[in-house]
Each structure stands twice: as C-alpha cells, then as structure tokens.
C-alpha cells in the first residue's frame, strides 16, 4: 500500500497532485487560544429542574452532559452518568469530559467556507466545480445546494480505494442520485465536498483552520481533530471501547479529519460557538449569521427547513425552542446544540449514546425533553 502524508490531502487531491511525505507539523491542538469571553453571573433555581428531566432518560445513554444558557447567563452545567461503562473500569463524566460530536462538525465546516465568501473567495451559487476540479462531472450542483443539502448527492457515502486520497477522490467523483437542487436529501457528501472546498481555499489543512479560525478566537480550547493522547483520560468511549479515535466511518476513512465529523469537544466549549453564532463576534459579521439562519429550503417543506449549515426549528430535537427562528444541528453519536436568537438561548446537549452500541435508541426524547423543560 502506498503511503501519503494526510498534511494537505484534501487540497492536493483536487488538484490531482500527489501528497509528498513531509515532516509532521506542529499538532493544531498546540496553536494558542485566546481566553473565552466569560458568561454572565449564573443564575439560580434551573439546573435542578433540567437535571431531573435528564435523569428520566438516562437509559438512552451512559453519559451527558449539558450546558444551557439564557440572555448570557448560565442557567445549567452538569454531567451525569459515566464517560466510559463498557469494556473498562468506569469513569464518572464531568463537565469537562470530550465528546465525539459526529456531525456537530458540520457547523464548524460551514462557518469556515461563509468566512472564504465574506472574503470574496466563494460565490454561494457558482457552480461548486470552479472550486473543486474533481466536481467538474457536476456543474449543476452550487456551493449554497451544498450548504442546505439540497445537490441531490446521496446519503450513503461511497469509499473506495486503498489511501485516505484516493477515498476522498473517490466521493468527490461520485454522481448525484437526484437532480441538483429538486429536493432535500441530508449527505455527509455535501461536507465531506465543502471541507475538501476549504482546505483548497484556506491555504492550511482542516483541522488547522478550525482551530486558529474558529476555537482559538473563541477560547475553545478543548476543541479540535484528533485529540492527543494526554486528553485520553478526559474523552468519552463511543462503540464498543473506541475512545479518543473518531466514530464516523467515513472521516475514520480520510484520517479522522474531514468536513462532515471527526471533532471532539467539551459542552462549554459547544455553547462558546452557539453564543457566537447568536451574535456575530469575532466569526462571521451580523449580514453573514443572518443568511446563515435563514430558510433556504423554504419550496421543500417545514421538515427540510435549514439554513447555511443548520437545522431550523425542528421540533424534534428542539422542542419548545422550535418555531421562533431557532437553529441547530445533531450529531450521530448523542451530541446537540439549539440556539433561539430571540431569548437568547444556547442549549447544548453531548451524550455518547453509542457506547456500547451504534443500535442503542435515538437520544431525541431527551433531547426534545430538555428544550422543553429550559423554554418552561
């Protein structure tokens, strides 16, 4: 098996260039981050209500944690349950325990490809091959129909090939099942393309970007791909006792880094991006967040109704914070975030409901329990 370096795999295989075997960079998880802009003081009298509601569903998984907050403050932060209960001693979660965030990484993907068009570098409906040459079999499908799940790529992640590279190009070749743009049909394909998309654009591999773009203005530091080892104890187990490797067979496929899953990350710092993505800071300017939560799926019905990026007001997983412009998204392995801009409210829910088992039931119940419980 030919050996290639995962430094710059996204951008050298859409230029059809071959990946040199250089020296090891400096790990992102080394970059400097700034210190977290602090909440408000915390205000009393709700954790307790959110933790007994929790509690009721504690058999859907063997951890959570949860960190809410209302108008900047914080009304809730605690863990319950155990990080690790299968195949292990057991470890207690806590409020610092790293969850696996499976498609929670999606979010982040999409904020780094809206920062390269407030830059100019990305147009929304230019044909997304003038961007990834190895789209070019695709010239219907747009940067935007990317974003919303709307390119008619199929949900189901095509893999081939013996490296990492030849994998990622294998899925950037693959043809849509459904004409661009005539339906909503959520793929990790469509971010799998857009990460590949800022890598080529950003000038610096993926799991650099976010950390320097996203975590370190933010203070997110317990954020980013590929944990160390050091962090091992603090990471939550997924299926069976795979712990501090990604979940996700696909992103496990290109090296644990892509666009679609493969981050880890702590609740706090989950809500840290929620709060940003409420107000604009130091990410994306006031214009750009709006388009962001915004209904681009509008012709498709309520349950395909997103954003740039996000879920909008999807009962399902939202609850009672559903139907005032709230957005979020979900992750595969238990993980949640809900932000509704008009109370100020940041929700993030991060469990590891696939430990032991990817068959264990869906997390929705609690999750929709929770947001109802917070909007009470």
Same mark, same amino acid.
């Given at each position: 098996?030919?050996?290639?370096?995962?430094?710059?795999?996204?951008?050298?295989?859409?230029?059809?260039?071959?990946?040199?075997?250089?020296?090891?960079?400096?790990?992102?998880?080394?970059?400097?981050?700034?210190?977290?802009?602090?909440?408000?003081?915390?205000?009393?009298?709700?954790?307790?209500?959110?933790?007994?509601?929790?509690?009721?569903?504690?058999?859907?998984?063997?951890?959570?944690?949860?960190?809410?907050?209302?108008?900047?403050?914080?009304?809730?932060?605690?863990?319950?349950?155990?990080?690790?209960?299968?195949?292990?001693?057991?470890?207690? $979660?806590? %409020? &610092?325990?790293?969850?696996?965030? @499976?498609? !929670?990484?999606?979010?982040?993907?999409?904020?780094?490809? #809206? *920062?390269?068009?407030?830059?100019?570098?990305?147009?929304?409906?230019?044909?997304?091959?003038?961007?990834?040459?190895?789209?070019?079999?695709?010239?219907?499908?747009?940067?935007?129909?990317?974003?919303?799940?709307?390119?008619?790529?199929?949900?189901?992640?095509?893999?081939?090939?013996?490296?990492?590279?030849?994998?990622?190009?294998?899925?950037?070749?693959?043809?849509?099942?459904?004409?661009?743009?005539?339906?909503?049909?959520?793929?990790?394909?469509?971010?799998?393309?857009?990460?590949?998309?800022?890598?080529?654009?950003?000038?610096?591999?993926?799991?650099?970007?976010?950390?320097?773009?996203?975590?370190?203005?933010?203070?997110? $530091?317990? %954020? &980013?791909?590929?944990?160390?080892? @050091?962090? !091992?104890?603090?990471?939550?187990?997924?299926?069976?006792? #795979? *712990?501090?490797?990604?979940?996700?067979?696909?992103?496990?496929?290109?090296?644990?880094?892509?666009?679609?899953?493969?981050?880890?990350?702590?609740?706090?710092?989950?809500?840290?991006?929620?709060?940003?993505?409420?107000?604009?800071?130091?990410?994306?300017?006031?214009?750009?967040?709006?388009?962001?939560?915004?209904?681009?799926?509008?012709?498709?019905?309520?349950?395909?109704?997103?954003?740039?990026?996000?879920?909008?007001?999807?009962?399902?997983?939202?609850?009672?914070?559903?139907?005032?412009?709230?957005?979020?998204?979900?992750?595969?392995?238990?993980?949640?975030?809900?932000?509704?801009?008009?109370?100020?409210?940041?929700?993030?829910?991060? %469990?590891?409901?696939?430990?032991?088992? @990817?068959?264990?039931?869906?997390?929705?119940?609690?999750?929709?329990?929770?947001?109802?419980?917070?909007?009470?």
């Amino acid at each position: 098996m030919r050996r290639r370096a995962l430094l710059g795999l996204f951008g050298a295989m859409l230029t059809g260039c071959d990946v040199s075997v250089a020296a090891a960079p400096v790990s992102p998880w080394k970059l400097p981050v700034a210190a977290p802009e602090p909440w408000a003081p915390p205000q009393a009298g709700n954790e307790a209500t959110l933790r007994a509601v929790l509690q009721r569903y504690q058999n859907l998984f063997p951890s959570a944690v949860v960190f809410a907050a209302v108008d900047g403050h914080v009304v809730a932060h605690f863990a319950v349950g155990d990080a690790v209960r299968y195949g292990a001693e057991p470890v207690p $979660a806590t %409020t &610092g325990t790293l969850y696996d965030l @499976a498609s !929670l990484t999606k979010v982040f993907t999409a904020v780094l490809v #809206l *920062r390269l068009h407030e830059q100019g570098a990305v147009q929304l409906d230019s044909p997304a091959y003038r961007f990834l040459p190895l789209f070019s079999g695709k010239p219907d499908i747009t940067v935007r129909m990317l974003l919303t799940h709307t390119s008619g790529l199929s949900k189901d992640t095509p893999l081939a090939g013996e490296t990492p590279a030849e994998r990622l190009a294998h899925v950037l070749r693959a043809p849509p099942v459904a004409a661009p743009g005539s339906g909503y049909i959520y793929a990790d394909q469509n971010f799998i393309a857009l990460g590949a998309l800022a890598e080529r654009l950003g000038g610096e591999p993926l799991d650099r970007q976010v950390r320097r773009q996203i975590a370190a203005p933010l203070g997110m $530091a317990d %954020t &980013g791909y590929r944990p160390p080892a @050091a962090l !091992l104890p603090r990471i939550a187990a997924t299926e069976g006792t #795979l *712990r501090g490797t990604v979940h996700d067979p696909s992103a496990a496929a290109f090296g644990g880094v892509a666009g679609h899953a493969g981050l880890f990350a702590t609740a706090a710092d989950v809500a840290l991006l929620g709060r940003a993505l409420m107000t604009g800071g130091p990410l994306l300017r006031p214009p750009t967040i709006e388009l962001m939560r915004t209904n681009h799926n509008a012709a498709f019905g309520p349950s395909a109704a997103h954003g740039l990026g996000v879920d909008l007001d999807q009962a399902w997983y939202m609850g009672r914070l559903a139907g005032h412009g709230a957005f979020g998204h979900t992750g595969f392995t238990g993980t949640s975030i809900v932000v509704e801009p008009r109370r100020r409210v940041v929700l993030v829910l991060l %469990t590891n409901r696939v430990h032991p088992s @990817a068959s264990a039931p869906s997390p929705n119940p609690a999750r929709k329990a929770v947001a109802d419980a917070l909007a009470a």
